[in-house]
C-alpha cells in the first residue's frame, strides 16, 4: 500500500460486493428479457427463452448466496444501530443540510450507510424468497403464485434503484477529486497516530483506499 494511503476493506469484501453488485445487473438484464417483449432478443442470444429462464434462476441462487455473505460479513458494522450515536446523527441529518460544529462519533458507517445496508438486505432477500416460490411453485395456492409475480416485480424495481444509487455514489468517489470528510476506522488508522472516531478531510482515489491530505 502507498504511503498516505489507508485500507477501508479487504480483498474478501471487494470479491463480495462485485459478486453482489455484477449478479444483482445480471439478474435485471435477464429478468427484464423475461418480462418485456421488446427485450426477448436477450433469450434469443443464449438459445431460447427456456434456456434464459434457467441461467436466470441459477443466477439468481448465486446471487442470494453472495447476499448472505454480505450480510453476514457487515451485519455487525452496518446492520445494528448504536443509540444514542446514530440518533444524534439522524436528528443532525449527518451535517450534510446545515451546518454542525461537531458531529457524534458513528463508528465504521453512519446511519444512512446502514439503512441503506438493511435495504439492500431486506429487498434483496425478499427477492430472493420470491423467486424460489416461483421456480418451485409445488404445494401454494394459484393466488400465492400470481402475487409473488407481482411483488418479485416491484422488488426488483427497488432493488435497481438503490442499485443506480449505488454505483452514482461510487463513481462520484471513485473518480477522485471530491472533497469528503470521511470517518476513519479507528484500526485503519492507529498507526498513522490519528485519534479513534477522528474526522478528516479525504479524497477517494479507489474504491477500497482512501488517501489522506
Given amino acids: 500500500m502507498k504511503k498516505g494511503m489507508i485500507k477501508a476493506t479487504g480483498p474478501f469484501e471487494r470479491v463480495v460486493h462485485w459478486c453482489v453488485a455484477l449478479s444483482c445487473l445480471f439478474l435485471?438484464?435477464?429478468?427484464?428479457?423475461?418480462?418485456?417483449?421488446?427485450?426477448?432478443?436477450?433469450?434469443?442470444?443464449?438459445?431460447?427463452?427456456?434456456?434464459?429462464k434457467i441461467i436466470h434462476n441459477y443466477g439468481g441462487i448465486f446471487f442470494g448466496v453472495s447476499l448472505l455473505l454480505t450480510i453476514l460479513m457487515w451485519w455487525r458494522e452496518a446492520g445494528i444501530f448504536s443509540f444514542p450515536e446514530d440518533l444524534q446523527w439522524i436528528m443532525a441529518a449527518g451535517g450534510y443540510l446545515w451546518h454542525v460544529d461537531k458531529m457524534p462519533e458513528v463508528g465504521?458507517?453512519?446511519?444512512?450507510?446502514?439503512?441503506?445496508?438493511?435495504?439492500?438486505?431486506?429487498?434483496?432477500?425478499?427477492?430472493?424468497?420470491?423467486?424460489?416460490?416461483?421456480?418451485?411453485?409445488?404445494?401454494f395456492a394459484v393466488e400465492t403464485l400470481r402475487w409473488m409475480y407481482v411483488l418479485h416485480a416491484l422488488l426488483a424495481c427497488r432493488v435497481v434503484s438503490l442499485f443506480g444509487v449505488n454505483n452514482?455514489?461510487?463513481?462520484?468517489?471513485?473518480?477522485?477529486?471530491?472533497?469528503?470528510?470521511?470517518?476513519?476506522?479507528?484500526?485503519?488508522?492507529?498507526?498513522?497516530?490519528?485519534?479513534?472516531?477522528?474526522?478528516?478531510?479525504?479524497?477517494?482515489?479507489?474504491?477500497?483506499?482512501?488517501?489522506?491530505?
Avoid at 30 to 47: A, I, K, P, S
Fill in 108 to 139: 465504521k458507517y453512519n446511519p444512512g450507510q446502514k439503512m441503506f445496508f438493511l435495504a439492500v438486505a431486506l429487498f434483496g432477500a425478499a427477492m430472493v424468497a420470491s423467486g424460489l416460490i416461483i421456480w418451485f411453485p409445488a404445494g
Fill in 28 to 52: 435485471c438484464i435477464t429478468g427484464m428479457g423475461m418480462m418485456y417483449h421488446t427485450l426477448n432478443f436477450v433469450g434469443t442470444l443464449v438459445g431460447g427463452m427456456e434456456n434464459l
Fill in 168 to 213: 452514482r455514489v461510487g463513481v462520484e468517489l471513485a473518480c477522485g477529486g471530491n472533497r469528503l470528510v470521511a470517518q476513519i476506522v479507528p484500526e485503519s488508522v492507529r498507526e498513522m497516530g490519528i485519534s479513534a472516531g477522528a474526522e478528516v478531510v479525504a479524497v477517494i482515489k479507489a474504491s477500497s483506499f482512501r488517501r489522506l491530505l
